[in-house]
């Protein structure tokens, strides 16, 4: 659900989020690997912004972004502490992005800065939501060039597991009106097990290190 950017510092201030694995996530290594990202990127919601440091080591013009300011802190020392400290990184709100005339234009939509779009467990956040969930898949279209690429990995509901986990069908809804569905498909999400999860992940695989993989969903989309 959303949460007041407040929530999101704590989380990071205290280290406690388990979506900060110390690594990308494989299925966004795999996807870039695979040749699905191209131009000019956006990571909306970054977190702790492996995402971004990796594409930025990699060559790829991408901003990282996130709504609580101590995520972007969070981020830039990661980004150091890996020898990558050019990597870009803002806050700002993924709810809002059309207000943004560098990244949207004015009026909103009118010169959308993006080819791709990484968003790595994001998109799940809205999922009980449906005014939230709609408000971020307007201020996607409202940043992504057409024919560009939305690339959601989020959590499933198809098995046991922690955090506001998603159905298919929530995917194939929002992404309607201005967007072509073209893959979705199940994999796999990496997290950490951290005191605010740990009676969720009871009774899953967790690794010696802590870490879990759980059902997740990857979504291609086209912005029509």
Known sequence: MTRPAEFWNTVYDEDT?????GEPQPAIVA???AGEIRGRV???GCGAGEHTILLTR???DVLGIDFSPSAIEYARANATAQGVPAVRFQVADALTLGDHTDFAGDPP????AFDTVVDSALFHVFGTEPEARAAYVRSLHAVCKPGGTVHVLALSDAE????PRISDTVIRESFDIGWELERLE????RGRVTESVADQAAGLEVSPTGLVDVAAWMARIRRL
Do not use: H, M
Request: hydrophobic share 35%; charged share 15%; proline share 19%.
């Open 109 to 112: 939509g009118s010169a959308p």
């Open 17 to 21: 989020a388990p979506w900060v694995i």
């Open 31 to 33: 996807l870039e690997r």
């Open 42 to 44: 956006l990571e909306p």
């Open 186 to 189: 199940p994999t796999r999400y």
């Open 160 to 163: 046991p597991g922690f955090g």
């Open 58 to 60: 990699l060559g790829y």
